[in-house]
């Protein structure tokens, strides 16, 4: 997929392929009620479920970053790129009718080292390349291990089994699943996803 292509999907109203035209493109209209987040939903505009169903969601780290794009229960895009694309993408996909979710660090009391300090500047970072960051939902990973797993001990594998269960199989590349190609942290992105959806239909 070039970049371009890439960031078509990111700033289409609807980004799922159609045949003859691969996606709507924004309308202004679009674009002066996104900031808002909820406008759309106070609104009763059609694109008010899209809002709390279209996730970019984002696993961060020191150096390099999980993400994923869901829409409703499917996986568009995922990967894991280094914070500074992380960075470029979020200021292309702004314009997009998604919502921004970051997994949020928590202290629980212990000590912890220099690389807990250097992703929580990366998350300010994202958080701020958001086009409206106070937009931005937080998600702790530990609301997400007890959303998914109802466990605050849930491990990585826990979690990756509760979304192959909850959403689909990954399939084959002929055959791909509903989150087909998620990989290593993009599968802690694909759970901030799941949970920070959940977390707004409950607030709607």
Not at 8 to 18: E, Q, Y
Request: charged share 20%; glycine share 8%; with cysteine.
């Amino acid at each position: 997929m070039t970049d371009a292509e890439f960031n078509r999907i990111l700033t289409c109203a609807d980004p799922k392929p159609v045949k003859g035209d691969p996606c709507r493109p924004l309308t202004e209209a679009d674009i002066d009620a996104w900031p808002n987040g909820n406008k759309y939903a106070e609104t009763g505009s059609p694109l008010a479920s899209r809002v709390r169903d279209r996730i970019l969601a984002i696993d961060p780290g020191t150096t390099e970053s999980g993400w994923v794009l869901l829409d409703r229960d499917i996986v568009v895009m995922s990967g894991v790129m280094p914070n500074a694309d992380v960075v470029s993408m979020l200021a292309v996909g702004s314009k997009g009718p998604y919502t921004l979710a970051i997994e949020m660090i928590a202290s629980y009391g212990m000590a912890v080292g220099r690389e807990v300090f250097e992703t929580c500047v990366w998350i300010g970072r994202f958080k701020q390349a958001w086009h409206s960051p106070e937009a931005v939902r937080l998600v702790y990973r530990r609301d997400v291990k007890l959303h998914l797993c109802g466990s605050p001990r849930a491990k990585d594998a826990n979690i990756r089994q509760a979304l192959l269960d909850l959403i689909g199989p990954q399939g084959t590349k002929k055959q791909p699943g509903p989150t087909y190609g998620v990989k290593s942290h993009a599968w802690a992105a694909l759970g901030v996803a799941v949970t920070a959806q959940h977390q707004m239909v409950e607030a709607a």
